[in-house]
């Protein structure tokens, strides 16, 4: 039977440095190189695969935040819930159903009537006559549904570098202006108090009447004095509207282009 000899006088090549070394004395790395003693580099840990962890995203009873309230039902037969800004006819014992989505909604049930006030509001009352003023809807008595939905941008007042502007929602409106949506009721709070001497309104010329345009007033109301609590002006965009631009009735040069789309 044959066999290997020794190698006690033999030599070898170095996989790594082509240096020569005995043979007996060179060692065999973890990927398959044979290198000389003082060339050896063992297997780091790094190199090792991590094995598979877990990594749970379910919670165990959760508790998400809710905003309440979700829904209120005054009748003697039960009905469904209705669909948010849908009109319903819910029996003729005037029962009254109230949808308030937003968390700054407060809701009063009297009886046949319902008083209903803050943004994003839906009401449907079967037996009532409905009087709606800006985020307000006062129900009481025949038939009708009211939905007041209202978007509110916060308007600061802020001088980048070339003069006091009107930021939206903490930005500059590009050359491009905003969009906003015929028959979309849209509030411009100039609650914070950079706004103090800078009332905002609208016009179809750029800047207003710093620039020989009126203002323009079609579905335009205002509220409070800026820069306090509770100050707004507020826009329901007729259907075919042109394109508007805020200005500042005090100072030029601080509004932007609105698209009415």
């Given at each position: 039977m044959g066999r290997f000899a020794t190698g006690k006088f033999a030599y070898g090549i170095s996989d790594r440095s082509g240096q020569r070394y005995k043979l007996n004395q060179m060692k065999k790395e973890w990927n398959g190189l044979l290198v000389g003693p003082d060339e050896y580099d063992p297997k780091h840990p790094q190199l090792e695969p991590r094995r598979k962890a877990v990594d749970p995203q379910a919670l165990m009873n959760p508790r998400p935040n809710r905003v309440e309230p979700l829904d209120v039902f005054v009748g003697v037969h039960p009905v469904e819930k209705p669909s948010l800004n849908t009109p319903q006819a819910l029996g003729k014992v005037g029962v009254v159903a109230v949808n308030t989505p937003d968390s700054g909604v407060t809701v009063n049930v009297t009886g046949l009537s319902a008083s209903v006030t803050?943004?994003?509001?839906?009401?449907?009352?079967?037996?009532?006559?409905?009087?709606?003023?800006?985020?307000?809807?006062?129900?009481?008595?025949?038939?009708?549904?009211?939905?007041?939905?209202?978007?509110?941008?916060?308007?600061?007042v802020v001088n980048p570098g070339s003069g006091n502007k009107y930021y939206q929602d903490g930005v500059l409106p590009g050359a491009g202006g905003v969009d906003l949506s015929e028959g979309q009721t849209?509030?411009?709070?100039?609650?914070?108090?950079?706004?103090?001497?800078?009332?905002?309104?609208?016009?179809?010329?750029?800047?207003?009447?710093?620039?020989?345009?009126?203002?323009?007033?079609?579905?335009?109301?205002?509220?409070?004095?800026?820069?306090?609590?509770?100050?707004?002006?507020?826009?329901?965009?007729?259907?075919?509207?042109?394109?508007?631009?805020?200005?500042?009735?005090?100072?030029?040069?601080?509004?932007?282009?609105?698209?009415?789309?």
């Open positions: 803050g943004s994003g509001v839906s009401v449907s009352v079967a037996d009532a006559d409905v009087n709606v003023t800006g985020l307000s809807a006062s129900v009481a008595g025949s038939g009708v549904s009211v939905s007041v939905n209202v978007t509110i941008y916060a308007i600061t849209y509030r411009f709070d100039q609650s914070d108090s950079s706004n103090s001497g800078h009332p905002l309104r609208f016009s179809t010329t750029s800047d207003g009447t710093h620039n020989s345009g009126s203002e323009y007033t079609t579905g335009v109301t205002t509220a409070g004095t800026p820069g306090s609590a509770g100050a707004y002006t507020q826009i329901t965009v007729a259907s075919g509207a042109p394109t508007l631009y805020t200005y500042c009735t005090n100072h030029s040069g601080m509004g932007y282009k609105v698209n009415t789309v």
